[in-house]
């Protein structure tokens, strides 16, 4: 019988209604019903993967020595835990509460978590999703600390009011034994003791517990006979305490700097009392108080001097010096200067026992932002080279790309050049921390992330198998001259902080070529070089982007019209004129300035290119440098697309100006369009909405009046043809254009009036400096405006997404497609921009590229997020592109390369009467798909209501293709194509930083990531496969282990009793000698991962082996009681046999009557 699939039901009915939604259904949109879709929503779910970077605000650490496993609690009640590379988990607490100390049952595969809260958890990391057993919250006392002994299940808690409780760490249940503050210092002090800040056993004799309190006492508490030993009294209140693996001494830090030394058995007074960093004074008086000495550790060593590790103590004269750890080990002590705050530290030993030689062989270091491993073996304390991306931070994210199932050749040849950038000077040791072992999952296709910062720099990760590790870093600041002093970098910054910073990026992974644009309105075209090259200049282009003010209001009384549909056909810089404008300025390396003292700044570039010669690694190059200039005092635009094409040569980007088409082969600008320019004239209404979208944009007025050389034909031309001026005079233009101000500021309010009065005036004034009629920096024209109020800020129209393609120009195209560009603007307009390559590629770099408008395609509601073609049979088209070859390399090996040169083969040309694509449009509100060349609407989709997209992207998914979307409400959805059928619409997070707005991306296969903190990058699927095999793709914390055999005693020391002395605590703190804890006091809370729902969870070859082990030892055991009770029986049946034949022997010759 066949199985009845409700989720398919609602696949049709929702199919039917999308489909219903269209307004007309062509013939196009009748066969495109029958276009097959293999995508259905069982093949959807979303979950999280995996969590890379640095734990954000860590607070805590542990450490297992046997299981070489590294746990990190955050202010955030995250956990995270690391092995050897590759080897990474995320946990969170529900509460969300701080984590204030971690304990591992060490080579138990089990975690103790104390919390801010004051709740303790027990984890078992025996699963690859680690999961709470058990908790136990208090409600009437503050943890303070925390101490589990080695192969115990007996956890001292210490409370704010300085008591100590005991829980087994099995049961998660409190014993009746308490140790209460009072009993504990009796009468050494007339006050409170405060809080315990220290437990732990003498690693000698487990039966006596060492007790530190905040003010300053310590004391000797005997667990058997339930009072203190001795007590120990210091001025100085105390913030930790070590042992000497002997347990005849211990240490103290100090809050005035100082480490105390004491014999167990003389508590008059320390015996040796040091201040490491005081300055010792020469009549022998007590040395000045330094910082507070947060934390010591005391290692002792087999064959020489002991090792002592401390933070903080520094004197208080070195204001501002960064935190520092020293290493004090004989008579040396040394100093490590660190780059942030110290959180925690730990020193990783040979041996879990304490009571042995530690044998310390490195000291973990937790920072604020970073995590450092110094190696103790080597001479200077090197640091060993971190194999985690922990680095992600190194300087803010500012932008973020992911790319799935790339060339599989990109990944070593990046590795190649990024070896070459590896500091020098790490420890020669492996990476310490090595437990735990790498998941065994199928799918392993390439995945590659690329990840912007604010200084400028560029990071590419191996994001592969669910791991990250940094491939490849490139710095784009070298491009540019870094300004020396105050004066010299306010001189044209447009952003106030981090110049450099990525705004966006666009790379080709087939051809290598990378695009990348800067916050200071740069794009810098990169090539990719396994070849070291010295550029003598950068080749620079600099650009004016200007403003518009189109006339949509009512017609001009002239009947004038603003020409919008312009093309092109440029000469190349080699056999053409020498530009009639400076809209375009291309030059080697400097930078031209055409602004006076006393002036506005004009065709001044935000940051000044390199002039020196670049010495450029293997790697990316530096192939272009494109630079918005100011125009008449106003700074330029932040650049908002961004879009390349290797096969064509070509780059093309925009801001809320308009439009920039730039050749970076010739070295050329193609086209300035302003947004409106290009829009079709037969359009009457270009777009003038009632309530326009925010463009980003720095503060500040946007544009000038003064236009300079660019008329509205002349910004579609090269910058090296010729320049006509629609007018007679510039006088003729300033008086129609003053008259056109008076006019709008009628229909403005007062505030806009203003604005509108005084450029007037500023034109006036600058009117009666006659200029030189020949000279054409002051020429005019009728749709470019003299200023930008603020509410045509408000209301410009920004360029928000480009997309190469091969399509359709025009609706009834009956050739091949040919190369276009599709623009996409904020106000939800679609439009198109044809190519005219030069016919072959000899003939590439000697003959113009022409441009031509071809007007609007669609319009949707919102601004454009992304648009894609499908061909007839609904896949996706991808864009043509150019192989890699190295531009550095022979002219043999260039020939090789070029020869292999290939694009995608063209769509099929359309037939008569038949559309042979599809256009995906996906705007902050609503899908469309058109059928081309036909451009008519075959599907639309409104995605979202009362909430808004933040990114889109058409993504491959397996054998089918579909939009998926990120909404500021926190919906994920994906779109069927054609059909944009609803799939997918899951609740994942709603929109609690921008951060995540702006970091937040799709890739194929089913794979997402965004940035969940500062530190951190988040993965997802929404992939049902990549979801049901994520079990098997997940590393493994737990690892079957040995522990280490005890030291032994030695034959004297066993003979004698002076080895350590073991405690049953079983019978101290069990319910039959202790009694019963109060119920008020903590509350048992079982957690989901408890025993039973362990056994279920856990999977894998760890959970198999422990599961065969316990029926191994079961099956052991009962065999062990049938042969306890055969022999049993066989003992009462020879005992019965004897007993029958002694009662036969004495009555055998007795008569009846005698018995």
Not at 302 to 324: E, H, I, K, N, Q
Not at 952 to 978: E, R, W, Y
Not at 1146 to 1151: C, P, S, T
Request: charge should be neutral; proline fraction near 7%.
């Amino acid at each position: 019988m066949k199985k009845f699939n409700i989720r398919k039901v609602l696949d049709g009915l929702t199919a039917v209604s999308s489909s219903s939604s269209s307004a007309s259904q062509t013939g196009a949109g009748k066969e495109n019903d029958a276009v097959p879709e293999s995508l259905q929503s069982e093949h959807f779910q979303l979950c999280k993967t995996v969590r890379h970077g640095f734990p954000h605000q860590p607070s805590s650490m542990a450490f297992d020595p046997v299981q070489k496993i590294l746990a990190v609690g955050t202010l955030t009640g995250a956990l995270r835990l690391f092995g050897r590379a590759g080897v990474e988990c995320y946990c969170q607490h529900e509460s969300g509460a701080g984590v204030i100390q971690l304990q591992f049952l060490i080579n138990e595969g089990a975690l103790v978590s104390a919390l801010a809260d004051d709740s303790i958890h027990l984890w078992n990391l025996r699963q690859k999703i680690p999961a709470i057993l058990h908790s136990l919250k208090f409600n009437r006392e503050r943890i303070t600390y925390c101490h589990l002994p080695f192969q115990s299940k007996w956890l001292y808690i210490g409370t704010e009011r300085g008591n100590i409780h005991i829980v087994n760490v099995e049961s998660f249940t409190l014993s009746g034994y308490v140790i209460m503050w009072n009993k504990a210092i009796e009468l050494s002090t007339k006050t409170h003791p405060g809080p315990v800040v220290h437990i732990s056993d003498n690693p000698m004799d487990e039966g006596k517990l060492l007790i530190g309190f905040e003010c300053g006492v310590v004391v000797l508490w005997d667990l058997k006979s339930k009072k203190a030993d001795y007590r120990y009294n210091y001025d100085e209140a105390i913030h930790s305490v070590a042992w000497h693996h002997e347990g005849k001494q211990f240490l103290c830090s100090h809050s005035d700097g100082t480490l105390t030394t004491w014999n167990i058995r003389t508590p008059a007074k320390p015996t040796q009392i040091i201040t490491p960093h005081g300055k010792q004074p020469k009549d022998g008086k007590k040395p000045e108080p330094c910082k507070p000495i947060l934390k010591v550790e005391y290692k002792t060593t087999r064959a020489g001097d002991p090792f002592m590790v401390l933070s903080g103590g520094l004197s208080y004269d070195t204001v501002g010096r960064r935190a520092c750890l020293t290493v004090m080990h004989g008579k040396s002590t040394a100093v490590l200067e660190m780059d942030f705050p110290i959180v925690d530290f730990l020193t990783l030993c040979e041996t879990p026992y304490p009571n042995d030689f530690q044998e310390p062989y490195a000291v973990v270091v937790l920072l604020e932002r970073d995590l450092v491993v110094i190696d103790l073996g080597q001479i200077g304390y090197p640091i060993f080279e971190n194999p985690y991306p922990l680095s992600i931070h190194e300087s803010p994210v500012t932008c973020c790309e992911y790319f799935a199932d790339c060339p599989a050749e990109l990944i070593p040849a990046l590795y190649s050049v990024g070896s070459r950038q590896k500091r020098q000077g790490y420890s020669k040791k492996d990476w310490p921390i090595s437990g735990g072992n790498w998941g065994q999952g199928t799918e392993s296709y390439p995945e590659i992330i690329i990840t912007g910062h604010a200084d400028g720099t560029i990071k590419f990760w191996d994001a592969s198998a669910l791991m990250l590790q940094v491939l490849y870093k490139l710095k784009t600041a070298k491009v540019f001259e870094r300004a020396r002093g105050k004066e010299e970098k306010a001189n044209a910054d447009i952003v106030d902080e981090d110049p450099f910073a990525i705004q966006t990026l666009c790379w080709c992974p087939e051809s290598r070529m990378l695009c990348v644009a800067g916050v200071s309105a740069h794009v810098i075209v990169y090539r990719f070089s396994k070849q070291e090259v010295a550029t003598a200049n950068v080749q620079l282009l600099e650009v004016r982007m200007q403003c518009e003010l189109s006339d949509v209001d009512s017609p001009d009384a002239t009947g004038e019209q603003t020409p919008t549909q312009a093309s092109s056909v440029p000469s190349s810089p080699q056999d053409g004129e020498p530009p009639a404008t400076d809209s375009t300025q291309p030059s080697a390396g400097g930078n031209g300035s055409n602004s006076s003292a006393d002036g506005p700044r004009d065709n001044i570039p935000c940051l000044q290119v390199r002039s020196s010669p670049l010495k450029q690694s293997p790697g990316y190059q530096v192939e272009l440098v494109v630079q918005l200039v100011w125009v008449s005092g106003e700074p330029p635009q932040q650049i908002t697309s961004l879009a390349i094409n290797s096969s064509y040569g070509l780059v093309v980007f925009g801001n809320s100006n308009g439009l920039a088409v730039v050749d970076y082969l010739q070295k050329t600008l193609l086209l300035n369009l302003g947004t409106s320019e290009l829009y079709s004239p037969s359009e009457p209404n270009q777009r003038q909405p009632c309530s326009p979208r925010k463009a980003r944009q720095p503060s500040g007025a946007l544009c000038d009046s003064n236009d300079g050389p660019n008329a509205a034909e002349e910004r579609c031309k090269s910058p090296n043809s010729g320049s006509n001026s629609p007018f007679n005079s510039d006088d003729e233009c300033k008086a129609k254009f003053i008259k056109k101000v008076k006019y709008k500021s009628r229909r403005f309010s007062k505030t806009v009036a203003n604005d509108f009065a005084r450029m007037s005036r500023k034109i006036s004034s600058s009117n009666d400096q006659k200029p030189n009629p020949d000279s054409k920096d002051v020429s005019f024209i009728r749709s470019r405006s003299s200023s930008m109020t603020s509410v045509d800020r408000e209301s410009r129209e920004a360029v928000c997404a480009l997309c190469f393609c091969e399509t359709f120009p025009k609706k009834s195209s009956d050739g091949a497609p040919s190369p276009c560009v599709l623009v996409g603007t904020t106000q939800g307009s679609v439009m198109l921009v044809a190519l005219s390559l030069p016919p072959g590629d000899d003939h590439r770099l000697m003959q113009p590229v022409g441009i031509s408008s071809c007007g609007t395609v669609a319009r949707l509601k919102g601004g454009i997020l992304t648009m894609a073609l499908l061909d007839a049979a609904g896949a996706v088209l991808p864009a043509s592109y150019e192989p890699w070859y190295d531009p550095n390399a022979s002219d043999e090996e260039k020939e090789k390369e070029k020869s292999r040169w290939r694009r995608p083969a063209s769509p099929p040309s359309s037939q008569e009467g038949h559309d042979s694509q599809f256009a995906v449009l996906c705007s902050e509100k609503q899908a469309k798909v058109l059928a081309m060349p036909s451009q008519t609407r075959v599907h639309k989709h409104n995605i979202t209501e009362s909430s808004f997209v933040l990114r889109a992207d058409v993504v491959q998914m397996g054998s089918g293709n579909c939009i998926a979307c990120f909404c500021a409400n926190g919906h994920i959805m994906t779109l069927s194509l054609p059909s944009l059928r609803p799939l997918l619409d899951v609740n994942y997070l709603p929109l609690t930083d921008m951060r995540i707005a702006r970091t937040f991306c799709f890739s194929n296969l089913g794979q997402a990531l965004y940035l969940t903190s500062p530190t951190e990058v988040q993965r997802i699927t929404y992939s049902q496969e990549t979801c049901d095999n994520l079990q098997e793709m997940l590393s493994e914390l737990f690892t079957p282990v040995e522990t280490p055999e005890a030291p032994n005693k030695g034959f004297f020391k066993g003979l004698f009793g002076g080895g350590a002395q073991s405690l049953d605590r079983e019978d101290l703190f069990g319910e039959t000698a202790s009694g019963k804890a109060s119920r008020s006091l903590a509350q048992h809370i079982p957690g989901p991962g408890n025993m039973e729902g362990m056994k279920g969870a856990a999977s894998g070859v760890v959970g198999d082996l422990a599961r065969a082990r316990v029926a191994l030892d079961e099956r052991g055991q009962k065999l062990g009681e049938l042969e306890e009770r055969t022999a049993a029986m066989m003992a009462s049946a020879e005992s019965f046999s004897k007993h029958a034949h002694d009662m036969m022997l004495k009555y055998k010759d007795k008569k009846w009557y005698q018995l």
